[in-house]
DNA sequence: GAAAAAAATCTACAGTGCAAGAAAACGATG
DNA sequence: CATCGTTTTCTTGCACTGTAGATTTTTTTC
């Protein structure tokens, strides 16, 4: 029955998976995420997170092909399914709906 | 130290205290959460999670005047410090940040 | 002062966040 | 072809968060 929302650091993945494309693997989803968000995280809290999502169905992988570079072992590459997309909609509008009710938040954003 | 963030469920009780001001209490919150977002909460889960926002300092608590109608134990009044509120407005603007590195995201809200 | 009401508190366990370390798969190089 | 450095995944374990069940406290009414 799936409950209706994800812990904060499942949507972070969630969302970077659905963001970084044909490009989402731990590594580079690690990476991305401490450059463009400037926030520290472990590659192996992202794995652990990315099998759970897929457990959970709102992610799929398959593991990538031969091209690599110099040495390494195969990416396995995710995408998000249209559960997981459906999922971060349903997040987006509850929090719409949640900051409405508290107006001492208006600011800049939005 | 406090992490930058907080849980799904803390995040949604910490918006309520601050958007009930002061009638904000367990069971008015909870109340609150079923009537206006139709989702269905238990009441010591609420509980729980004020006594553990309080700890981090995001709210704090007084014991409710005698104003009661009929019977029933004083309630115990929670307000938003400005802690809470700082931490709100970074979860807001982090989320906006997430969400736009996501497309497909685009849709009604905003 | 016993019963009923309203609310808070306690206890306990499953779910999520996170880190340290091990293992696998690959290219290069002698 | 053995082994070395690389790149990346996989395993395990524990602390923190989410949630429910049952209990206790405080207060009004009869």
Redesign the pocket.
């Known amino acids: 029955m799936g409950?209706e929302y994800?812990?904060?650091?499942?949507e972070l993945i969630l969302t970077m998976v659905g963001a970084l494309q044909e490009d989402a693997?731990?590594?580079a989803i690690t990476e991305e995420i401490e450059t463009r968000l400037k926030r520290?995280?472990?590659?192996?809290?992202v794995?652990?997170?990315l099998?759970?999502l897929e457990d959970k169905g709102y992610i799929k992988s398959k593991v990538g092909g031969?091209t690599?570079e110099?040495?390494?072992?195969?990416?396995?590459i995710y995408t998000i399914t249209s559960g997981g997309l459906a999922m971060l909609r349903n997040m987006k509008e509850a929090r719409l709906e949640l900051w409405k009710m508290i107006p001492q938040l208006k600011m800049s954003g939005q």
């Open positions: 409950k994800l812990g904060e650091f499942e693997y731990g590594a520290e995280v472990n590659l192996s809290a794995h652990v997170t099998y759970r031969a690599n110099r040495g390494g072992r195969r990416k396995r």
